[in-house]
Structure formats: C-alpha cells, structure tokens
C-alpha cells in the first residue's frame, strides 16, 4: 500500500451535548428521546433523507411489539413510531385488534405489526424531530473520533462544507455498522454467517397500487430460504458492498424483465437507495446477549422486544447491551448493539432498534460515562416515557 500525508487542521464547527451518527429508526429513536431528555442534540445522516433500511433500504415492515400471545412487549418510543408511520394509513397489515380494543384472544392471532409508506414515514420522522429541536445535519458522514481519556471529545463530519468538528459529551452510535465504535477503538465483532444478498423493490402493476417485492428473504441464520446469488458477503468494505449493489441491481432488472415481458403495465418504481445488508458488525458489548437469555430477568433491562419469528420468546436488553467501557461516553443501538451471532436476525429489527434507541439515547442525556451510570435513574426515566423494562411489570 502506498500513503500520502495529509496536513489537517480541522475547524470546530459545532458543539452539543448529544451526537447521533446514523438517521435509520435507531438514530430517530435516540435523537428524539435524548433531546426530550433536554439535550442539545446533533444527529447526523450521511443521506437526505431519515429511515435508513426502514425507507431509503425500502424494508417497510414494522415488525411486531407484541409477543405473538397477545402481549405487547415494546413501548415507549417503539409504539410511537409504528404509530406515526401509519399516520396516513397502513400499505397492508392493519392490526385491528391492537388499534381497535381488541380481546386478548383476538391480539393473540394478530401480531401488532404494519407495513407503511416509506416516504411518508422519512417526512413525519423530520417533521417530529425537528419539532423536538433536534439538528439534523444531512449529507454529513462522522468519518473520524478523537478521543482523550477513553472518551470521543470530537467527532471528525465531511459534507458538502468540507471537513470539520463536532465537539460532544456524549455519542450515540446509529451507523447499524458500529462505524463510530469501530472508528474510536472499541472491540467490535462480525457477523460469522455473513449477508445473503437482498434485492427488494416496489413496483406497480395494471390493478395500479405500489407494491413491495421481497427478493432475497431471510430465513434461518445458516439457511436462507431464497438465494439470488451463490455467495454471502460481510458487507463492511466499500468495494464488497459495490459489488453488492451490482449484483442487486442486475437481479431486479431480470425479475422485472420476466414480469415486464408478460404484462407491459409493470413499472419498477422504486430502488432502495443504500445496501440492504442485515447483520454486519457490532460492538462487544459488556454483556452480549444470547437467544438462551429468553425471558431472562435482567436489574439492567432498558427494555424488551420479541421474536418476529414466532409466538413466545421475549428478551429483557440489558443497558450493558449498549456499550463497551472502552469508549466510556459511547452508546450503540439498532442492528449494531451487542448480541450474539445466535440472536442478531431477531434484534436487528425495526421495533428493536427503536427500543434500543430510546434507552442510548436517554442514557447519553444523562452521562458521559455509561459504566458509572446509576441505572436505575436511566430506568425511571425509561418508565416515565412508557416504557416497560420487564416481563412480570
Ligand atoms: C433485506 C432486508 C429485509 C429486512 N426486513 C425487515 C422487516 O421486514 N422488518 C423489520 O422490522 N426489519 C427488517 N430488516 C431489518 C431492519 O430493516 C434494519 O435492521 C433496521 O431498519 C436497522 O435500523 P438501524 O437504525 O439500526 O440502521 P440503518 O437502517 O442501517 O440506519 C443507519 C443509518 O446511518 C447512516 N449512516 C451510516 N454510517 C454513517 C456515518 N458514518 N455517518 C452518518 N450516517 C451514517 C445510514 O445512511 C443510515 O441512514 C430487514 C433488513 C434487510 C436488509
């Protein structure tokens, strides 16, 4: 490899108390509750647009708060957001029982979970967060972390402006790639069963509507039910994930190809506008949590969330869940907070990462060393949000 030398100074362009990295449903959910918590808080989104896989990735389904039993697990600003994307109206998965006072006989055969519009739940979620006093800084990736004394005192953004710094207390780390932690040096891991490729997309057709076509669905870790390409990728190198998107891209022409040769009225009409990768890199957390610690009762929980797979299984999220001491004044959340390879397809969803959210970014509010956060504090402001942190309350 060969190296050139850069000479930087670098401008401190903004300060605050909370910084987000990463827009998706994580970033909103830790924006939103850490500027409620009265933070000043900067949340940054390398795209213009808010959702991450939940709208410019075009994964549009809300997958269930409740435990499949007619239980609801996930509250707080989880409910909040399942709510506000259905707002307009819910694309498909209405669930009536769960909106409608429904029995729990009824709730039990109808899980809480909807399909929604994309765009109109990017627009709500900047509409909400900017109503909250949050900034977001679009187009602006956090590109590097300067630490001191085990913590990030600044966090390096390019944009359209340049290059330049945010001097913060606290982080929360949204890039569902663990980039920040990763950047900052604390231990991460990787997915050992690597990416299947995912080649989603709406189209319409000649009854009209916008439909979702799902190609390239998960199934178990080690077994997708649906394999577009022999080959599984990490998805954390820039040349893998072009090559990804490639490859995506060449699938869904063929699969519109095929429809379009038979039926002229198919439209493709929309492509997803970042890699859709699911389990990619995480933190190891002080505590990674495992498919065995079902129902387990954790004193640390910040919250739960269910199985989208099946009835039964719910998970207390220990707060250690969401850090490394390493980097005391970093939080993580979404698809990269720690877990084990064996729970990771369950905790990368949408309600998960709205859960983890709020609670990283109601600590952040509240510390800038989350080893010595008295947790009980983060806990009875959790529940004073309407958040339920364990199964018998
Ligand atoms: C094909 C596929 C199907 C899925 N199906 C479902 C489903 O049906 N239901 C469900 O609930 N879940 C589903 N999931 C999972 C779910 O969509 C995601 O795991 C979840 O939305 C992740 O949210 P997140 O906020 O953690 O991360 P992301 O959505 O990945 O958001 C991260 C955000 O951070 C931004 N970002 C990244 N790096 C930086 C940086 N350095 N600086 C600034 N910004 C940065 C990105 O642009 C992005 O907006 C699916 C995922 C895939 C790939």
Redesign the pocket.
Known sequence: MEYISENLKTPIAKKCDVLV?????????AALAAARSGAKTIL????F?????????L?????PLCDGLGNQVSFGIAEELLLMSIKHGADAKYPKPWLENGTKEEKAKRRF?VQYNPYLFAILAEKLLLKEGVEIMYG????SAVCDGGKIKNIV?ENKSGRSAVEVKSVVD????A??AYLAGAECAKYSYK?IL?A?YYYTDKNGGFHLK?R???DEADNPVEKLVDKTFEAVENDELCEMTYLSHGSIYSDFVKHWEKDKSYALTSLAT?????MTRRIAAEYDLDLADDHKKFDDSVGMFSS?RKAGPVFEIPFRSLYNGKVKNLAV????FGVKDNLWDLS??????AV??EAAGCAAAMSDDFASLDVSKLQEKLTQNGVKLHLDD
Do not use: F
């Open positions: 990295a990463g827009g998706g449903i994580a970033g909103i959910s940054l989104e390398k795209q647009m808010l959702g991450g896989l939940g709208t410019c990735g994964v549009t389904i809300y997958l979970e602006t990736s956090a590109c953004i949204c890039t569902g790639d980039d920040v990416n995912a989603w799902m390239g669905v998960a970042i890699p859709q990768v699911r989208w959340a979404g698809r990269c990368r969803v949408i309600p998960v990462c983890s959210g």
